[in-house]
């Protein structure tokens, strides 16, 4: 048999196992398969390396990639580069935490119980609404969950969702709507926002839930009070996606008659990291409260009347009730959940502000510093927070190559989800980008236009 490094049985062990197996060699519990499938030799691949070549040869393709560290971003579209303030990994790192599973006792998870209770609450304060679960799996998967909620809580089937959604949430939601039986329809864009008037056109009593982004998806912000009044007049529920951080100085959606938020987490405290892992957060008015997927952490009291955290409303799809479940989430990004919440508190309220603050006004900057090059134009009039859409007079696949060379990440393709829009691009501003920075991107492009 051959021996490997990194299984710790010494030979007296090997052989006390295949004393207690009455075989004399490994090769013996093989005996059933024949003869004529077996390789009989070493497999074809390269010589394993030692940790100082394994480094080295990792480091050497991880070099390929190209890093925020030395590339200046302006691509957002769902993944955004914030500052994360070093307490948010130091928390997160402590092995209480990063080890932690599903608190399923609370006797011994009151820690990691309150953490996901001061998350709830947060998100809830956030959103303007009652009720939040314990994060589901990303953005696109917890609006997908949304819609599910409104067609049961209405008892209909079909949904309304605006084509200024981000185009992967769509996605998804058309895929879980597909398994549940549910039919989406998709309300037109009018000047870079939701079109009041299509909206109009397609509402009806058939109608569960409206489903619209906030910003949206160009970074646009919707008139979502005017839109929750019209879902609402034909008793259908009014869901809304988030950026959490622009819920700095928009006001939350709750305020305006949501019956469900939902939102990506990525930006509260967690890295872009290649695409994931990220958080899903929801939030429901009280009356949605059994309706929510996932798990809520409540707050109880114990037989010596102390503060104590449990997972409530347990007759859930996970445990005993999964010939009635509507959702197939099981588990939950706890771990991101906690870094959103050490990011949440650290930075407070008037934190928070301020980041939204500078996300604003620097992508305000860049929008008249760009749209003053020529071959740039506006491509929406509507008011937006750090995201926004430009008009090229060249193919946006060549110019970010380009920029690339500069090292500079450009912004998202339009052309590639909205074939109508081809030749625009999608650029996003963060707090940590610099006038320098800024600059730099429309000095380029006016070379490169």
């Known amino acids: 048999m051959k021996k490997h490094g990194y299984i710790p049985n010494t030979e007296a062990e090997r052989q006390s196992i295949l004393d207690s197996l009455g075989i004399k060699q490994v090769e013996e519990l093989f005996s059933d398969i024949p003869e004529s499938v077996r390789l009989k030799r070493e497999l074809d691949l390269p010589a394993a390396w030692s940790e100082i070549e394994l480094n080295r040869n990792f480091a050497e393709m991880a070099g390929k990639n190209a890093n925020l560290e030395e590339y200046v971003s302006f691509l957002g579209a769902g993944a955004y580069q914030h500052y994360i303030p070093s307490v948010v990994d130091a928390i997160i790192s402590r092995s209480e935490f990063y080890t932690a599973y599903t608190p399923y006792q609370p006797e011994i998870s009151q820690g990691i119980l309150q953490a996901i209770f001061e998350y709830q609450s947060m998100v809830c304060e956030l959103t303007g609404l009652d009720v939040s679960n314990a994060s589901m799996y990303d953005g696109p998967s917890a609006m997908a969950e949304a819609g599910i909620i409104a067609c049961a809580a209405t ?117 872009i990291s290649f695409g994931g892992p990220y958080l899903g957060m929801m939030a429901t008015s009280k009356e949605l409260v059994r309706r929510i997927p996932g798990r809520v952490v409540g707050q109880t009291k114990d037989l010596d009347g102390r503060r104590a955290f449990v997972l409530t409303l347990q007759a859930r799809e996970q445990h ?130």
């Open 155 to 271: 008892r209909r089937s079909k949904l309304l969702v605006s084509r200024a959604v981000h185009p992967e949430y769509r996605q998804v939601i058309k895929t879980y709507a597909y398994g549940q039986h549910i039919e989406v329809e998709e309300i037109a864009i009018e000047d870079g926002v939701t079109s009041v008037k299509d909206l109009e056109a397609k509402l009806g009593d058939n109608i569960a839930g409206v489903l619209v982004q906030y910003p949206n998806f160009f970074g646009s912000i919707e008139d979502i009070k005017n839109l929750a009044e019209l879902a609402h007049q034909h008793k259908a529920l009014f869901v809304a996606a988030v950026n959490p951080i622009a819920m700095g100085i928009l006001e939350a959606p709750g305020t305006f008659g949501a019956d469900i938020v939902v939102a990506e987490g990525q930006s509260l405290g967690n890295t």
């Open 320 to 449: 005993i009730r999964r010939e009635k479940a509507t959702s197939n989430i099981c588990s939950n990004q706890a771990l991101n959940a906690l870094a959103a919440t050490v990011y949440l508190s650290y930075m407070g309220k008037q934190g928070l502000q301020e980041v939204a603050k500078q996300n604003l006004q620097k992508a305000h900057y860049a929008q008249r510093s760009l749209t003053s090059v020529k071959g740039v134009k506006q491509l929406f009039n509507a008011p937006f927070f750090n995201e926004f859409a430009i008009q090229l007079t060249g193919d946006p696949a060549e110019i970010n190559r380009k920029l690339m060379e500069s090292n500079i990440i450009g912004g998202f393709d339009l052309g590639r989800a909205y074939p109508e829009y081809a030749g625009s691009m999608l650029l996003a501003v963060t707090e940590l980008r610099t006038k320098a920075e800024i600059d730099k991107l429309a000095e380029r492009l006016e070379e490169i236009l």
